[in-house]
């Protein structure tokens, strides 16, 4: 079947430390990936996403890369800040399965001053 | 446009109620989808509408809950009989097919339900 694991949480960094989030995945197919962030009280926003092999998707300085070879999309930030504090997920699409989101559990990100 | 609404923001009902969440997608979008969160997870797929037709549910979608989308616009999620089980975060997201076939979903803030 069609999965996606992330590393547990919670991740606690201090400000302006280096952010990686692992995230690997399973499918039958040629997946879409993708990175949502759910901030506090706020509903899920897509950060970024790629669409196929070697692809980087980027915004707001994170960064994840589709390596078809290690199905893996891990995201990176060099430098983190305390509004950075949310819980991030990693997901996949296939766009024969209607676009349909399959999520991993989230990881809890806490950056301190 | 203002994105994806959804109503009630939270829903507390009885055990054995029913109960009714409405979402209200982006005008343009023909895809609308329903999720389900529950505490320290991801959201979990439900169902999803392309326009009016309800082209797939999810085995979590048990013979009570239902989902509407008439007119392939708003869509409306009831859930019979509530459970405590019931109790978690319904999310609802729309998009539009892109030229590469792929769908980017926007989400709602959700319905929280708690079933006591």
């Given amino acids: 079947g069609n999965s996606v694991t992330q590393m547990e949480g919670p991740v606690t960094l201090s400000e302006e430390a280096f952010l990686t989030i692992n995230c690997t995945y399973t499918a039958t197919g040629y997946p879409s990936l993708f990175w949502y962030v759910q901030y506090p009280g706020e509903g899920l926003q897509l950060l970024l996403k790629a669409t196929k092999a070697d692809d980087k998707g980027s915004n707001k300085g994170f960064e994840a890369t589709y390596r078809k070879e290690t199905t893996s999309f891990h995201l990176e930030k060099g430098s983190v800040q305390v509004s950075d504090s949310a819980v991030y997920f990693c997901a996949l699409s296939l766009y024969n399965q209607g676009g349909k989101l399959i999520f991993g559990q989230g990881t809890e990100l806490s950056v301190k001053p | ?116």
């Fill in chain 2, 1 to 116: 446009d203002t994105g994806v609404s959804q109503d009630p923001r939270h829903k507390i009902t009885k055990r054995g109620q029913n109960v009714t969440f409405r979402c209200d997608p982006i005008s343009e979008h023909n895809r609308l989808y329903w999720y389900r969160q529950t505490l320290g997870q991801g959201p979990e797929f439900l169902t999803y509408f392309q326009n009016e037709a309800q082209l797939e549910k999810s085995r979590l979608l048990s013979d009570r809950f239902s989902a509407e989308r008439p007119k392939g616009s708003f869509s409306t999620l009831e859930i019979q009989r509530t459970e405590q089980g019931d109790s978690a975060m319904y999310l609802c997201a729309s998009g539009m097919v892109g030229p590469d076939m792929n769908t980017e979903a926007f989400f709602g803030q959700g319905t929280r339900l708690t079933v006591v």
